[in-house]
């Protein structure tokens, strides 16, 4: 008998999970370090590899075993590797595929600690990493070396949600026999599928939308069993793995993902809308306005806009861009002053002073990071009540 092909939602609530003989309905949390063997035989034939089960929660976990098969199953992975958080992601990703000497190409647009991963301290190893423009495919073309192995992308980019052609970087990747990389973390796959696109691999920080309640620290790497064997080997010997009770937190959280997700998208296009018309509101940046320079394309990659909306502040007459921007993050009462995202509760930030400001002036400008942006984590509030808090402020 043929399987039957179920939706993705149902796939968020079902795939992977796993019974005991107990029958529980809810997966079971097994925390546990180690596993049991019935014989010294069966012992050497689990680490011998002849045998397949369970011998170390730095290997293998069936809490972990079933939230890596459910996110597999949702982003159309062969195979999920998950791990201690969305760093150590990336981080097994880079030590899995590549070595000193290697070349990466990476979009100056990512999250600020991956751009101190890349280019602080795997440089110290002599991987040597190119920045480049998200939107431009050209200077993707022009860093490519002999040496290249990754690209690596996050679309919609943080802050200023600029989305890339994931199939055109993909295409540029492979004429170079280089893997493309797409953090997923903004979308998840309830929005947006990579590796349907044409990317060879998805990374997650499961910290984030996949969690969805703020509560553990996670993230998983996703893609052919080829590409993961040396991903997975790194991790089992650095111990970079997830733990096996965030892995249960996750589980339970990938089962709300679709109606998260559409939630969240729903209030973040709502409060775009309106920002937009306020007068002290100079620009909103968010893919699932008519005004976003990419709309087109956000819309045919992905399902929605997402959750994230920034906009920059008008100053008025005795005031630094800062100053309104901080203005009006201080008068909320509802929305948490955070730096995180992905929570049911909406969080705001100021970019420039908090997750960029390591990032120098200049390259600040560049990237069109403005002292007057903000960026705001639309979450499961009521939008009347969030765009009340804001009001409020301006
Ligand atoms: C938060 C984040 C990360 C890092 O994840 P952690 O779980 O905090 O280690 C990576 N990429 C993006 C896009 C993020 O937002």
Known sequence: MNKPQYHPNTLSVRAGSEMTEFGENSEALFLNSSFRFNSAAQ????????????????????????????????????????????????????????????????????????????????????????????????????????????????????????????????????????????DNCFCTPAIQRPLALGADIVIHSATKYIDGQGRCLGGAVLGSKALMEPVYGFLRTAGVTMSAFNAWVFLKGLETLYIRMEAHAKNALALATWLEAQPQVARVHYPGLKSHPQHALAMRQQSSGGGIVTFEVKPNLNQTSQQAAWALIDATQLISITANLGDAKSTITHPATTTHSRVTPEARATAGISDGLVRIAVGLEHIEDLKADLVFAI
Request: contains cysteine; proline residues 4%; negative net charge.
């Open 43 to 182: 012992a050497a034939a689990r680490f011998g590899g002849t045998e397949p089960g369970n011998i170390y929660s730095r290997f293998t976990n069936p809490t972990v075993t079933m939230f890596q098969n459910k996110l597999a199953a949702l982003e159309g992975a062969e195979q999920c590797v998950a791990t201690s958080s969305g760093m150590s992601a990336i981080l097994a990703c880079v030590m899995g595929l590549c070595s000193a000497g290697d070349h990466i190409v990476a979009s100056r647009s990512i999250f600020g600690t991956t751009v101190q991963l890349f280019g602080n301290i795997l440089k110290r190893w002599g991987l040597e990493v190119t920045f480049v423009s998200l939107t431009n495919p050209d200077e993707w073309h022009a860093a490519v070396t002999s040496k290249t192995k990754l690209f690596f992308v996050e679309t919609p980019s943080n802050p200023l949600t600029e989305v890339c052609d994931i199939k055109i970087l993909a295409d540029i990747a492979h004429q170079a026999g280089a893997h493309l990389v797409v």
